[in-house]
């Protein structure tokens, strides 16, 4: 196991690095620092931002603590935090994080908490989760089942586009769940997807909006400005 | 709790209401069952009218609702009428219609008007009745729910037509948390300051189309700027540089489109807060008192009051109303009920 308190006290300073120290993960504590580093991590205001190295070390080492008994909270806050983590320091923490989820349960956590990480870091856990997800059908885009597809779309798996073009289908007629999964989908934009997008891309039909059904955006509103993006993956 | 032992006294009536400070009770709900005449159809009138609790929870007879999280206490006050003295009011006894959602974690009373406290155990809803001598007295409603908290983004969308606002992060965390702590939500809040895009439009535009556009472009923008939007929602201020569009908040992306829901705002003044407390409840699947249009989140009766308006008669300050002006709406539009504690989105 790497050791996460040299990274932390070679990159945090030194106020934080004591913090970290004297914060167990299930201290009360622990949630606002997490919070904290991760603030200043990506967004410092008027402070010099924190080095992207020292957010890593710091969730390595809460990773690395968490047992099957810590409080869902705790481990939402890390798994939530991971996701901010740069680009450079992720390999310093991704066989941490895959270990981490040998120790978790996904009945804990809301599915896009738990699966969101697995996505951003390529960590494969299909064969403990396709026994979870036989026969498995998408009934609405809060279904641990649409994060799992989404999940496996990130993978390559061809099953996950079966899923969501089967949901996607049945759910066409109704115009707000329809956005609703679309707008679900423009936060992962893997590549795969976009037939999905250019599929609704025309569709004028409007959804819920504030003022009642039909004042809500269209597929077409939706789907148009993601097609657009250059941040396909 | 026990059977009620026969009693040589009992009050005839009890209520409940909320009390004075906040910190002690979540959300307090004495509306949705708000009688349709007052003075007679609530179940303390007349004090010796036989009372039970009625087979559907959301009669309007007066009864109030109260909100607590699993494993949280909250505190209401009790009353008693008619033979409410100390030896009468001792042999009052409580009990749980299901004490596997709700119990009361007060065991006796000895007086009037004084604190009464009920433990959350399971998310549901229960009852809480008040009995003596076999007689029941009265009777309070509990909404309980494990509680939650969501993750939320908030940034400046700085374009050549809007500018960086002006909020003070905690401050607005504090206020949105001081409201949906009656939903027993906690949101906490990211900032990522200022996320600089190119502006689709000519020029200032807050349509839903530009607004949705926008959005699109300052997600990838974020992590390109190594702030990147990781948050299930969004709350995106994206201010006029010149005159205010006077459109105060906007949810493009429709009411409760589910995660990834966001919401713009061209005002980062005072009210701002209050708007965006209201934005965030659109996201989160709540509806304006007139566009409840499948009727789950306002009672019927509340409905046929509106009048084309978008303001309770019976609940001014409902969080998700009109009421206004902006200037007051930071202290007074913050109140949510029962149907809207069931409705919110708690992910």
Known sequence: MADYMDTINATCPMEIASEIAATPLDAPEFLSLARGIEQKAVYAGDDPTLDPACLAGFLGHAMSNVKSSTDPEQVKTILSASLVVDDASRDSIRAELAELYDRISRDDLVPRVYFYPLMDYSIDRREQLDPQFEDARIATRDDPEWYYAVYLVSLGDERGLEMLDDVLTRTEQDVHNLNGMLISLAETPFKALRPFFERYAQDERRGIGVDGPGTGPSPKEIAGPILSQNSWR | ?347
């Open chain 2, 1 to 347: 709790m026990p059977p009620s032992p026969a009693a040589t006294c009992c009050p005839q009536v009890s209520t409940f209401a909320k009390p004075a400070t906040q910190t002690v009770y979540f959300g307090y709900d004495d509306t949705t069952n708000q009688v349709a005449n007052a003075g007679a159809d609530e179940y303390w009138i007349p004090p010796t009218k036989a009372k039970s609790i009625p087979g559907n929870k959301e009669k309007r007879d007066g009864a109030a609702w109260v909100s607590v999280g699993k494993n949280e206490e909250t505190e209401v006050r009790i009353a008693f009428a008619g033979h409410s003295g100390a030896a009468c009011i001792g042999n009052v006894t409580f009990k749980s219609d299901n004490a596997a959602v709700a119990d009361v974690n007060t065991s006796s009373v000895s007086g009037s008007n004084v604190p009464f406290k009920i433990k959350g155990k399971s998310a549901g809803e229960c009852s809480i009745e008040v009995l003596c001598n076999g007689n029941t007295l009265g009777y309070i409603h509990v909404w309980c729910a494990s509680p939650a908290s969501i993750d939320i983004d908030v940034a400046s969308v700085v374009t050549a037509h809007s500018r960086s606002a002006s909020y003070v992060l905690a401050d607005l965390e504090s206020y949105i948390n001081n409201v949906y702590r009656d939903f027993r939500l906690t949101v906490n809040l990211k900032d990522k300051g200022d996320i600089a895009v190119k502006d689709p439009a000519s020029s200032y535009d807050s349509s839903r189309t530009n607004n949705i556009a926008l959005d699109a472009l300052v997600v990838p923008a974020a992590a390109k700027a190594k702030k990147p939007m990781t948050s299930p929602y969004r709350l995106l201020f994206y201010v006029s540089s010149g005159s205010h569009s006077g459109v105060l908040g906007r949810v493009p992306g429709g009411v409760g489109t589910g995660r990834s829901g966001y919401s713009f705002f061209d005002h980062d003044t005072n009210g701002a807060y209050n708007t965006m407390a209201h934005e965030l409840g659109h996201c989160l699947d709540l509806s304006h008192p007139l566009h409840d249009t499948d009727g789950d989140e306002f009672p019927a009766w509340q409905r046929a009051t509106l009048g084309g308006s978008n303001v309770i008669p019976a609940d001014e300050w409902n969080l998700m109303g009109y009421k206004g002006p902006v200037s007051q709406r930071g202290a007074n539009r913050i109140e949510v009920r029962y149907r809207q504690w069931k409705k919110v989105r708690r992910s």
